[in-house]
């Protein structure tokens, strides 16, 4: 387990980055099997030290965004890392650095780019395929952690609402999209409160980038909004209840409109007016 050392580990954190623009242009041949040491010395109890873990993983998501396996080998040691830390700008900026690393993953892994072949500690050879453990980092621990980090605070720009440039997965990592909005509305749909915005913020930036899957991704936002309604109108926050039931009609009616689904979309569609019609009696009872 990873020893959490305050003193200085957040100037630490954030000043890992290379000293020049030729040695970050630079990935050493050998860093897949350096992480799986890392790895591995970290799971056996041999490596306590936080912010050297931080740095050297940090430094080779810098240094090799389009090698998919070392991105994808940093992802648990950048997650270990977050959880060392108590909520703050430290675990922030790990949880960036690992999320940063999940979408290097999903860019650069292709069907057809051999895997990456390492030594194991007991001579033999294996070799690495980190797509699915990173999926699983992805939207079971990364983005609910960053959804519990902005709920003290402390929060990720992901979550502002501001709009992305572009979708941060390409069309063949179309599951990470999908997993990340899971993650969004499994994390806002168990809250006591019925509070979504964080959530809500980031799927609407994702359906307004993601266009290979923006009718999914309405279906999702609409029924989070729905959700989050019934959730207010049970607590009698009646205003906010309507509030949020017109932003479920506005994004459930946008989904109807999108002809040709497949299922499950397409079986959707058979719910979705019953949803409608509940969330207008809503909004016309309050």
């Not at 650095?97 to 999903?106: F, L, P, Q």
């Not at 997965?169 to 599951?175: L, T």
């Not at 039931?245 to 058979?270: I, N, Q, R, S």
Request: hydrophobic share 40%; aromatic share 8%; net charge negative.
């Amino acid at each position: 387990m990873l020893r959490f050392t305050f003193a200085a580990a957040l100037f630490a954190l954030v000043t890992h980055a290379p000293a020049s623009a030729e040695e970050a242009a630079a990935c050493p041949a050998q860093t897949e099997q350096n992480l799986y040491n890392l790895g591995y010395q970290v799971k056996s109890g041999l490596e306590h030290d936080t912010v050297k873990v931080f740095q050297y993983a940090a430094a080779a998501v810098d240094q090799c965004s389009d090698r998919t396996d070392v991105n994808g080998l940093a992802v648990p040691l950048l997650d270990a890392v977050a959880k060392a830390f108590p909520p703050g700008e430290s675990q922030l900026v790990a949880l960036s650095k690992a999320y940063e690393a999940v979408i290097n993953n999903g860019r650069a892994w292709r069907v057809e780019i051999p895997s990456v072949t390492i030594t194991l500690p007991d001579g033999s050879a294996s070799q690495v395929d980190t797509y699915s453990a990173v999926t699983d980092y992805h939207y079971k621990s990364i983005i609910p952690q960053l959804l519990t980090l902005a709920d003290t605070g402390t929060v990720h720009p992901m979550f502002t609402g501001a709009p992305l440039a572009e979708c941060p997965f390409p069309p063949s990592a179309e599951d990470r999209v999908l997993k990340e909005a899971k993650a969004l509305r499994d994390a806002a749909e168990n809250r006591w409160d019925g509070e979504v915005t964080f959530a809500t913020n980031r799927l609407r930036a994702l359906r307004d980038a993601c266009d290979f899957v923006r009718p999914r991704l309405t279906y999702e936002l609409g029924e989070l909004y729905a959700h989050a309604a019934t959730e207010q109108h049970t607590m009698t926050h009646n205003e906010k209840a309507v509030e949020l039931a017109g932003h479920a009609v506005t994004e459930l009616e946008d989904f109807m409109t999108y002809a040709g689904l497949e299922p499950p979309l397409a079986d959707w569609k058979f719910n979705v007016p019953a949803d409608i019609a509940n969330m207008k009696k809503l909004i016309t009872d309050n």
